[in-house]
Structures are given as C-alpha cells and as structure tokens.
C-alpha cells in the first residue's frame, strides 16, 4: 500500500468505511435496530462498564453512525466525533459536557438565529449563562472572559452576514485563558475551512445542511480536536473527576485525547437522549461522498450570483466575502481560499416590503427556512428566523428589516440569476 496520507476528496468517499464485513456489501448498510446481541455475560458486562467499545443499543452507538462519525472526524482532522439528531442537540451535548449550573461562556453574536435562542433562552434552564462578545474581534472575546468562563463559541462563516471570523486570533485568547474554543463549522464545512488546524478545540455542525448536502435529513455532530487539556485545572469536574455511574472511571485520564467525544456520547446522548437515526445516518454518509464537488459549485455560483446582485440599482449592498469589495475578504482569503461558501446576503432598496416581495417573486429558489441544499432557497431572516429576536439584536445579527438571505444551489447560475432579475423587477 502507498504511504501518501489520503487527500480531502479520497477521505469524503472512504474514510471511516469498509465493505460489510458480514455480507460484502460494498455501500455502508443501514443497521436498523434499537439493539445488538451480547456474546456473552462478561461481554455484556464489560461494554456497560466502559472496558470495551461495542454496540449496546442504538441511543448510543450504531454501525451506521459510526461511519459517518469517522468520517466527519477525519475531514476536520479531529482525534473523534460523536453524531446527534440535529445541530440544535450537538451544541446541547458539547455544553452538557463542560458546564455545571452557574456556569458562563462567551459567543460571538454573529450566530444563526436558533443558536441565539438556545443560548440566551433555553440554556438558562440548565443554568448556563452566555456572555455576548460586543464585536468580532479576539479582544472582544478577552474582554468578556469573568472566572466563570467555561468556553468560547463561534461560527467559522457567521450565518445570515457573512462574516468571516479569525479563528486563530480568537483560539490565542481561548488558550490564555485555559479555556477550550468551539467553532460552529456548518456554513463553511471542512471542505473550505479546518478549524481545529486553525486553533479551535471543538468542532460542531448542522449535518442538515452542506454536509448532508440534498435537505433531506436532520443530523448533528460533535467532532473533538484531542487538543483540550480537560485536567489542568478543577474547572471541567466531568472530564477530570471520577464518573459514580462507571464505577469511579476518570474520562480524561482513561480516554485521553478522545475523552471529550466520550463524555458527550456516556453521559449528554446516554441521558438526554437525542440519537440520529441510522437512516439519517446513511443519507448524510452518502451526501458526504460529493462534498469536495457540491462545496466548489456552491461557491462558484453564489460568487456569479453576488457580482450580479452587487450591480444592481435596485440591491443597496451585498455581503459575500469572496467579492474583492467586501470587508471580510482578507479574512476570507486566509481561512476559506478555496470560497466563500454558498450563503450570501443582501439589502433591497424599498427596506421589510421590498424584502417580502422578492420572496414572493421567485420561482426557481425556494422560499424556506434552510441552506445548504443542492437547490436554491431564499429567506426574508427578519420576517421568519430571526422574528423572535428584538430589533436591536436582529440589526446585530446581521438580520435587518431589508436583509435578504441566499443559499446558491448547485443550477445553472444563468437560471439562477433570470430567476433573481423577474424577482427584483416585481
Ligand atoms: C442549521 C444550523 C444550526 C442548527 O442545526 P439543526 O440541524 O437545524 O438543529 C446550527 N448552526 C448553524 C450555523 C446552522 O446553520
């Protein structure tokens, strides 16, 4: 066999899998059961007991799964990875692992919109507070950084702006502080941008959108760097102190370098409970397979597609960070050179009506609440995603009354761009 490390598109279509070793099949099998048979008492024992790997019941492990977890961890050069039933319950997970009542951590504001509302509402019920960075930059992070910290939160690709984050800049303030970074790589994916080799710690993603790829399956996965000293201090008891429920086993010291990926998958998916199913499972491996193909024609088209909004006289701005114009190229050009990735958006003359009737208008990108799908779709975030939030914080996430946001599919970009023209003509 050769010794050439495989390349990104070698590792799309086979890391993780092999032919099943039972039957032949060449394409990984969905294994649809709840269940799998011990061989034997003491196996039994021993799987409950964390001193062997091997398949219980499908909450916490499945063969389907543990393709796409292999190969989500070897496209993000992570050590391991552990995959949910959506983002919403990857981020859950990662959280539950590090934070205990009281806790803080801090996020950048630039965030998709669900993820604005899970932190600032539904994690206070666990008692995790979040800490708004004021702007985007490593010393806004530092400045928000209280003895309670636990973490820092990013987006690699902000979602709806288009704001590129500096990752390392923001990983040195982490590491100064002795705190992990996690970065949301969901509108980047490994395809354009590699967090971890940038300084991140964690990794998360919505598999339902670039990495899954064709909108059809909901998914989540948490991908742990192995860089994260969860020992060095008492400020991560559930990776550094005995478990009660494993008999006192220490996850840090036992799992080293995967221990993180471990707490998430015994403890947060054990007891929260929220599995991908195995089908899901399979759709998102598949989808995987043309990721290097889809992330390139994604990017190819939404950069023909910005040109055109951005000459438009009835367009007052776009934000795309692959235009030469935008603030955010340099940024763009050091973490994702390869694109800007598929989402872009961009402000209507006329303000929320002008806004609405586009998306009224359009024919072949669809009006809907999602990116990352081989088709084009279009949203109106003040009116539908970000409705929830007040007007100061919609402004703030990038989410104006006149913001239009686009997730450029894999068409024609001709089509793509008449589609857009009958729109803005009304
Ligand atoms: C969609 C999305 C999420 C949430 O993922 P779900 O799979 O919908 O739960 C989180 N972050 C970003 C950037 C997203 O686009």
Redesign the pocket.
Known sequence: MSNQEPGFATLAVHAGSQPDPATGARITPIYQTASFVFDDVDHAASLFGLQAFGNIYTRITNPTTAVLEERVAALEGGTAALATA???SAQLLVMHAMMMPGDEFISSKKL?G??INQFGHSFKSFGWQVNWAEGIDPADFDAAVTDKTKAIFI?SLA?PGGVVMDINGIAEVARKHKIPLIV?N??ASPYLCRPIEHGADIVVH?L??FLGGHGNS?G?IIVDGGTFNWSQDDRYPILSEPRPEYNGLVLHETFGNFAFAIACRVLGLRDLGPAISPTNAFNIITGIETLPLRMQRHCDNALEVAKYLESHDKVAWVSYAALESDPYHDLQQRYMPNGGGAVLTFGVKGGYDAGVSVVSNVEIFSHLAN?GDTRSLIIHPASTTHKQLDDEQKTAAGAGPDVLRLSVGIEDASDLIADLEQALEG
């Open positions: 959506s983002g919403h998709y669900g993820s987006e979602n949301d969901t509108l919505s339902t959108k909901m989540g990116i």
